[in-house]
């Protein structure tokens, strides 16, 4: 009975430091990160998700990985592999919205993979249909493989058309009675 009692208190110690282990192997990478030791912060991202593959933090530490990849490295293709695992593997996290839409705005824009760009958007819209970015996706999709001046153009005829049909909607002001 000594030993099951004592035996549940190691249990119990050794499960709480899992936990802050796992917060301090993060917040060491996000310290890296804010003394822009990229590629330091790096390795701290992925020894948070070697050492705790299916911890609370896996998902943010793939979204890390792949925004350094993205803005630091300029490295668009090991961004997109981070953007798609943490969809692949994490797909209703908080961030993976986001990681979906990169992945099709870095294949449109970076890349030039309109083909790709366009599979992502669409998955994208299919996943997340309601997220934040979903009018910045359709926008894309309908703006794929444009020029700035094609978009402009586009966009120009669309405001002209629109304009006619809400003057029509327009009603005029009704005088309040007793005025």
């Known amino acids: 009975m000594k030993y099951v009692v004592l035996f549940s ?9 899992t936990k802050k282990a796992e917060k301090e192997l993060w917040q060491s990478a996000v310290e890296m990160q804010k003394r822009n030791e990229v590629d330091d912060a790096i390795q701290g991202y992925l020894r948070v998700l070697e050492e705790y593959p299916n911890g609370k933090l896996a998902p943010e530490a793939l979204y890390a990985i792949g925004t350094l990849y993205q803005n630091e490295k300029q490295d668009k293709s090991k961004a997109v592999e981070f953007y798609q695992r943490l969809v692949r593997e994490y797909s209703d996290h908080a961030t993976a919205p986001n990681a979906a839409f990169m992945i099709g705005f870095i294949y449109h824009n970076d890349l030039k993979k309109v083909e790709e760009a366009r ?8 996943k997340y ?7 910045s996706a359709r926008f894309e999709l309908a703006t794929l493989g444009k020029s700035p001046e ?12 629109e304009k006619p049909a809400a003057a029509k909607n327009k009603r005029a002001p009704h005088a309040m009675p007793g005025r």
């Open 150 to 161: 094609e978009i402009l153009r586009q966009q120009e005829a669309k405001a002209r058309t």
């Open 129 to 135: 249909p309601s997220s934040t970015m979903a009018e």
């Open 9 to 17: 208190v190691i249990a119990l110690a050794l499960a709480g430091c």
């Open 119 to 126: 599979r992502a958007y669409e998955e994208f819209l299919s």
